[in-house]
């Protein structure tokens, strides 16, 4: 019964390839979104989707597609991956895009290893 | 722009010992404060927020902060510190009446000595 889960747990790939993370939430929120968290735990967000539609796209490479094919998910996918792409990344959801009575849920994150 | 600063990376303290972890934001307009923990291999999870209202904000497992606009600060503490308090905790901001776009510190990491 896990509310935001995230595929895979980790993941270790060579520079160049593409890779996709999966997420999904079973708490029927309307807003879900990607946050990136470095080696110093620093968390910035990269996306936010509201209902399937587009939010918040902070300043990412164009190498980063997020998708959501409902509003139950949202996936990212990276292209040509590079070394300084490691991190966790995390997914979380929250019940509407209204702020401060929409505290996150985050999943357990993706850690990406990029060799 | 809006942004947290989390004082001290890294806090040490024994159990049973009082928790005092510190965040003061830098904001034009009134903020709305949270305080997140992280465990070892997990995500964040909500501790507790300040909105408006009662400036002194209970969450879970016994912290509580206090909004204090004079100081800028929101400070996140607990009387009695306990081995599972062990973790990584994060304040972070969102301008009042914005969208959701939290802005984290850059966390401190609480360790609990027996």
């Known amino acids: 019964d896990t509310a935001v889960s995230q595929t895979p747990k980790y993941l270790v790939t060579q520079m160049g390839n593409d890779k996709s993370i999966k997420c999904e939430q079973n708490l029927g929120h309307d807003t879900m979104y990607w946050y990136k968290q470095d080696s110093k735990k620093f968390l910035k967000i990269m996306f936010s989707y509201n209902n399937k539609e587009l939010i918040i796209n902070e300043t990412v490479p164009n190498r980063f597609s997020p998708k959501s094919p409902d509003k139950a998910h949202l996936n990212l996918h990276i292209n040509s991956l590079e070394l300084g792409d490691s991190a966790v990344y995390f997914c979380?959801?929250?019940?509407?895009?209204?702020?401060?009575?929409?505290?996150?849920?985050f999943g357990n994150g993706t850690r990406l290893t990029v060799t | 722009a809006q942004s947290v600063t989390q004082l001290g990376s890294h806090v040490s303290v024994s159990e049973g010992a009082l928790v005092l972890l510190r965040c003061n934001y830098s904001?034009?307009?009134?903020?709305?404060l949270f305080w997140y923990v992280q465990y070892p291999n997990q995500g964040l999870q909500l501790l507790l927020k300040?909105?408006?209202?009662?400036?002194l904000v209970k969450g879970i497992n016994g912290f509580e902060a206090e909004f204090k606009k004079s100081e800028t600060s929101f400070h996140l503490t607990k009387p009695s510190a306990h081995m599972s308090d062990a973790a990584e905790y994060f304040c972070?901001?969102?301008?009042?009446?914005?969208?959701?776009?939290?802005?984290f510190g850059k966390g401190t990491l609480l360790t609990v000595n027996p």
């Open positions: 972070a901001v969102i301008k009042g009446g914005s969208n959701y776009k939290l802005t």
């Open positions: 300040y909105t408006t209202g009662a400036t």
């Open positions: 979380a959801s929250s019940p509407t895009t209204g702020g401060h009575n929409s505290p996150l849920h």
């Open positions: 904001s034009s307009v009134p903020p709305y």
